[in-house]
């Protein structure tokens, strides 16, 4: 990626990496690669999209971006500034927030709705009189279509949809620019999957919102993002135009992704290639050498084995990390 910054990202990454020591036996640890030199930038007022089967690092990106966990190295900026200071950190916590995919586990369930939205704003010394804390909780509840009489209720009260409009209402309390959406959808029925996203695209509309949206699912993405990342093991292997990534993916991750998806038009179910993998996702402690995919991809090769294909751009705002782009589209 180019190291000249442009002037319309308000993420960037550069070679993230979080690794994690995690214990293999007696006084044996090992570090567990979660995150493995990722870059990538999210434009102002844009959605990217994270997609990936589940352990392939997607809430650790989210998590680390949000200095949730400190980095084992590279570097986040925001807005122009590198997020690594306590009082960097300190400033980034009030415009950067995540939803969380679990709105069960994630709300006190003995708390009232109005103080659960409230307390990032008694965190943040956000308010001066108690009229202008309620007032702000029930502007935030009318933003995510909540009824002001369920102020006073509790979150164990609500059903799953209606908690995570809770959570969204409690993430946008600070007013943030920026939010990581960590599969907020994944824990819904199918039936108020797309009330919840609709609702993330009206907020951003009117509130001028940058997500970082993360579903393990491309359908789930497709219609709210701008673009579209794809994650394998830690790794990034393929950045595109959202359309891009549903009509001509070039990794074969990415075209594996989209065989399962269902299409509607059989004509273009035939046109689009199908990849069918082998065996199951390596455990990232045992993450294989060279390319991470190779031990399922169809199209490996000697050469994947030794050495990790770059994150090139192949055109313009397309990016893919593979040996052998040419093969698998031929
Ligand atoms: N705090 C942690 N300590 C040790 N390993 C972790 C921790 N968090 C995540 N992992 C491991 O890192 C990998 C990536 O996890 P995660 O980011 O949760 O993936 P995803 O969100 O894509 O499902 C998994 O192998 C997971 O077990
Ligand atoms: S580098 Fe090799 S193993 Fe990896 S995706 Fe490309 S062809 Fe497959
Ligand atoms: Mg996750």
């Known amino acids: 990626m180019s190291d000249v910054r442009n002037e319309n990202n308000l993420v960037d990454i550069k070679n993230l990496k979080q690794y994690f020591n995690v214990n293999v036996g007696f006084f044996k640890s090992k570090p567990l690669k979660a995150v493995d030199d990722v870059s990538f930038s999210i434009k102002r007022g844009e959605t990217l999209g994270l997609v990936g089967e589940s352990g392939c690092g997607k809430t650790t990106v989210g998590r680390t971006i949000l200095n949730l966990y400190k980095p084992t190295s590279g570097e986040i900026w925001y807005d122009g500034k590198l997020i690594k200071s306590p009082e960097s950190i300190k400033e980034f916590r009030k415009k950067a927030t995540m939803v969380f995919q679990d709105p069960y586990s994630s709300l006190n369930p003995r708390m009232t709705v109005s103080d659960i939205i409230a307390e990032p704003l008694d965190i943040h010394n956000m308010y001066k ?78 509130l001028g919102l940058t997500y970082l949206f993360i579903a393990h699912d491309l359908l789930v993405v497709r219609h709210i993002s701008d673009r579209i990342a794809v994650m394998y093991l830690g790794k990034m292997v393929e950045l595109a135009d959202a359309e891009t990534i549903y009509n001509r993916p070039l990794h074969p991750y990415s075209i594996s992704l989209l065989s399962a998806v269902p299409v509607p038009d059989p004509k273009i179910a035939r046109a689009n290639k199908r990849v069918v993998l082998k065996g199951d996702i390596p455990s990232p402690l045992n993450a294989p050498s060279g390319c991470p995919f190779r031990t399922r991809c169809p199209y490996a090769k000697e050469d994947c084995a030794l050495s990790m294909p770059q994150f090139k751009e192949v055109e313009k705002g397309h990016f893919v990390a593979c040996h052998h782009i040419e093969d698998v589209n031929a």
């Open 129 to 206: 009189t108690k009229e202008e804390r309620r007032d702000r909780v029930l502007q935030l509840m009318e933003y995510v279509g909540l009824n002001s009489e369920h102020a006073s209720r509790y979150a164990h009260e609500f059903s799953g949809g209606q908690r995570q409009r809770i959570g969204i209402a409690r993430s946008l309390a600070v007013n943030p620019e920026f939010i990581v959406c960590d599969e907020p959808v994944s824990a819904l029925d199918v039936s108020i999957q797309a009330q919840v996203i609709n609702m993330f695209d009206e907020l951003q509309e009117k």
